[in-house]
């Protein structure tokens, strides 16, 4: 009963290193979401995806970019990380845009 | 821009005590939602109201809608150690396709 699952679920970088977060579901859900939790500011999305073949920004998406490389697997890209992407990030699902999203674990980034 | 305020930021109680958690924008939401997250895990949701008004309860736990559909609540009553964890409020709105916006969250502790 996977759900949400990404990897890594800890990484350190230095500053200009660039890496891809993976995220894969496996309940067939439709639309996919990348958000970002700090402290004090809740989570706020990056990216989503709608459907297979689409995505869109959300309200924090510069230094970032996304593939929806099929209906399951919906990965985010630091070309160039900085110390401001240190966060938490997670990688949600839903069956589409109505329904309830389900959350992975999260990936804890550090970029020194 | 906070689009959701949720207060408090913190809350420090004793087991039986109750306590409310508010949740208010200026912006009318269709929908809001209440997420419980525990450390090192991605939240979890808890309800959904979508009705000016609606209430919901599930156990000890009392959700509510504000009758313009700006604002929510969420009341633990007889809090138990078990409640301790990080609680969010998020709202969707029916122009932005599946985004919810969060708010900052509460971080509850409940002591025995």
């Known amino acids: 009963n996977a759900g949400v699952t990404q990897t890594p679920k800890f990484q350190v970088l230095k500053t200009g290193q660039s890496m891809t977060l993976q995220c894969a579901q496996d309940m067939n859900h439709n639309s996919m979401y990348w958000y970002r939790q700090d402290p004090g500011m809740g989570l706020r999305l990056i990216y989503y995806s709608a459907s297979e073949g689409t995505t869109d920004k959300g309200e924090v998406p510069n230094g970032y970019n996304v593939s929806r490389l099929n209906k399951r697997e919906f990965s985010l890209r630091l070309e160039s990380a900085a110390p401001s992407q240190t966060s938490v990030y997670f990688c949600?699902?839903?069956?589409?845009?109505?329904?309830?999203?389900?959350f992975g674990a999260g990936t804890r980034l550090s970029v020194l | 821009t906070q689009l959701l305020e949720q207060s408090p930021q913190f809350l420090s109680i004793q087991e039986g005590e109750n306590l409310t958690v508010y949740c208010n924008s200026s912006s009318v939401f269709s929908s809001l939602q209440w997420y419980r997250q525990e450390p090192g895990e991605g939240p979890v949701l808890l309800v959904t109201?979508?009705?000016?008004?609606e209430v919901k309860k599930l156990k000890r736990l009392t959700f509510q809608f504000g009758d313009a559909r700006k604002d929510s609540s969420l009341h633990i009553t007889a809090a138990q150690p078990g409640d301790t964890g990080l609680y969010l409020c998020a709202g969707a709105r029916s122009s932005s396709y599946g985004k919810l916006t969060f708010g900052q969250g509460t971080i509850l502790t409940v002591h025995p």
């Open positions: 949600a699902s839903s069956e589409s845009a109505k329904n309830i999203q389900y």
């Open positions: 109201v979508v009705t000016g008004g």
